[in-house]
């Protein structure tokens, strides 16, 4: 390190992390500098082992048959006029509108391959894009980000990982795996996601698949793991059937060799003989609903009972709301009035009363009482129109089959019915349905950091239930996907399983046994893979940064969840005080839940971090300018250490 007679009068910002995260982070910290009162000599430093844009889940090096689950219109990295941030707002290109500039020249510095170049030439509104093309849109992104930086700022890549973060009197030294050291007087956690330690069962059955010989694949990112061990023939169990596992399948059918032909309404799964057989199972025994394609006929969607006075009140008192017994039953009666004012005003013909008498009485009754049954079975003809959430969220609850075949034939006319239900304009209250949820989801994204939530339920339903029942409503599939599984069901590659799928070891066997209270009986198998996302446990975490955090002091756990200040995302140390140098932002805090990106226009709750947190740093190193402590290293070394972007 020089001396620090001899550094050059500069500060340093070290960003953990060089993905979508990090980089959203860095637009806005570009936007901040621009209105800034002063503007301090800045070198920001990326550190990422993975691509800087697109990072680890979406750098092009993976299989060109994964895609994103979102529409390509509905995916932005800009802030707009939705956006409440104190700013500036610089508006860009959806990934659709992107597109389109790239493919009639107006984009022209986009550099893609062939198979990117076909489906740039093709990729049309209500298409699913590739990871791989999304990469591009990513990487161009950040390159913009980086233009739109001010003359007394830099950006310097490092293809490295961060091992640890020390203090040393008023900055921190950052160790780097190669070696290097990096001074900085900002820390900027953006990891994105992690991987985690094999703990309980999971570690369980990786000791008890080392004892027999078989093959376990525990929770991992479906593009990093390693399925070469998973053979034509092989029988196995699979365990989750949420976007992970349809990665999954696709790359272990279509990846294989597979192909679908299509003859009219019908596909067909061509197997190339190299697949394994899969057994699908999960505790609802079914894949999450598929993305919805139909458009809104009827009166514009809004909120009836969970309004911003309510709310209010909710938040009144600290450590006394509760998810489920005070926020779940007003999210029910919202989903209920957006699915059927959809219906009585989008398709007034299906039903027999008017929606205002219809709404007054829907007011009135338990959605989960016989009332309510009555209500609905008397003014809706059609029971294929009832909603009956208990079913839509367990459609295999309490059913029991004589045999697999007949479990295989529901599911598979499940998947159809849902397919044609979210699809067809008819059938647009669906849409109806999802729009409330989704105006729910933005609702309550404010409060989720408020003092009034009880420990238990922030833990069990802010970071556990409540966005894995989003995702299962919301964010499923694409269509065709869906559509892929009934024909891999039909052509026998796929077996489903049941809900509520149990796997034990069994230890006199050597092997894993399956079975589900849907069907009776059980299957032997010697491989399986649990199709999920490894828990966002920072104080678990297979990440060298995080994990120094913990053992360092740095850093404080909630739940496993690295504590946040909810007002700008400072890390909060072991003391409970937030730290004078370093934030963090993303999945592996506290933090509300929010995605990296965002669909236009709906004031994103991850877009509002970034932006807080940006002006925050930007305090952090005017304070250290006036200080006159400016400091980082001296830039000449900066072309051999790093790659200035």
């Not at 750098?59 to 390509?72: D, F, T």
């Amino acid at each position: 390190m020089l001396p620090r007679s001899e550094r050059s009068p500069h500060v340093t910002v070290v960003v953990i992390g060089g993905g979508p995260r990090a980089i959203g982070w860095l637009e806005r910290f570009a936007a901040a500098r621009s209105v800034a009162a002063e503007r301090p000599r800045v070198v920001v430093q990326l550190v990422d082992p993975f691509p800087a844009g697109p990072g680890r889940i979406w750098r092009r090096e993976q299989s060109p048959l994964l895609k994103l689950n979102s529409m390509v219109e509905d995916v932005t990295m800009f802030t707009d006029d939705s956006c409440s941030v104190e700013g500036p707002v610089r508006p860009g290109p959806s990934l659709l509108e992107w597109v389109e500039a790239v493919r009639d020249g107006r984009i022209e510095d986009v550099q893609v391959d062939p198979l990117v170049a076909d489906e740039l030439g093709r990729l049309r509104r209500g298409d699913f894009p590739t990871r791989r093309l999304h990469a591009h849109y990513l990487d161009w992104f950040l390159r913009r980000a980086i233009a739109d930086l001010d003359d007394r700022a830099v950006v310097v890549r490092r293809t490295d990982t961060v091992v640890a973060v020390e203090s040393a009197d008023d900055h921190d030294l950052v160790r780097l795996a190669g070696g290097d050291e990096l001074t900085a007087d900002a820390v900027v956690y953006a990891i994105g996601h992690t991987g985690s330690e094999p703990a309980g069962e999971t570690a369980g059955l990786v000791r008890f698949a080392g004892r027999h010989g078989l093959r376990y694949q525990p929770p991992a990112f479906t593009a990093d793991a390693d399925l070469t061990a998973f053979g034509p023939g092989d029988v196995i169990a699979v365990r989750g059937m949420g976007l992970a596992a349809i990665d999954l399948i696709v790359l272990l059918t279509e990846g294989r060799g597979g192909r679908f032909l299509r003859s009219g309404d019908s596909l067909e799964y061509v197997p190339s003989g190299r697949e394994p057989k899969l057994l699908l199972g999960s505790r609802r025994g079914i894949p999450y609903r598929s993305k919805i394609s139909s458009t809104l006929a009827g009166e514009a969607p809004s909120l009836r009972y969970l309004t911003p006075d309510v709310l209010a009140q909710l938040t009144a008192s600290p450590d006394s709301l509760d998810f489920g017994r005070d926020v779940w039953p007003l999210v029910e009666r919202e989903m209920l009035h957006g699915y059927y004012r959809e219906l009585f005003t989008g398709h007034p013909e299906r039903t027999s009363r008017s929606w205002a008498e219809f709404r007054a009485d829907l007011d009135t009754v338990d959605p989960h009482s016989p009332a309510y049954r009555s209500l609905v079975e008397d003014a809706i003809p059609d029971p294929a129109d009832h909603l009956l959430l208990e079913l839509f969220d367990r459609p295999l609850s309490g059913a029991r089959f004589e045999d697999r075949d007949e479990l295989q034939q529901w599911v598979r006319a499940h998947l159809a019915d849902d397919l044609h239900r979210r699809t067809a304009p008819e059938h647009s209250a669906t849409l109806g349905l999802f729009t409330a949820l989704l105006l729910t989801m933005f609702a309550l994204a404010p409060v989720s950091a408020s003092p009034a939530w009880t420990e238990e339920s922030r833990v069990r339903d802010l970071h556990g239930w409540w966005p894995a029942y989003f995702s299962y409503v919301a964010s499923g599939p694409p269509g065709h996907r869906i559509a892929e599984l009934i024909a891999l069901s039909e052509a026998g590659v796929i077996e489903f399983a049941g809900a509520d799928i149990g796997v034990e070891p069994d230890e006199r066997r050597g092997r894993f046994v399956v079975s589900s209270p849907s069907v009776g009986g059980s299957v032997t198998v010697d491989a399986l893979i649990d199709a999920w996302l490894p828990p966002a446990h920072a104080d678990r975490t297979d990440n060298s940064a995080l994990r120094d955090l913990a053992v360092s002091g740095a850093g404080s756990f909630r739940q496993g969840m690295l504590r946040v200040d909810p007002a700008d995302a400072r890390v909060i140390d072991a003391g409970g005080l937030p730290h004078p140098r370093r934030w963090a932002i993303g999945p592996f805090t506290d933090a509300p839940f929010a995605g990296a990106f965002s669909r236009p226009n709906t004031n994103a709750l991850s877009f509002r971090e970034n932006d807080r947190t940006a002006h925050a740093v930007i305090r952090r190193i005017e304070h250290v300018a006036d200080r006159g402590a400016e400091r980082a290293g001296d830039p000449r070394t900066l072309a051999l250490t790093g790659e200035p972007l």
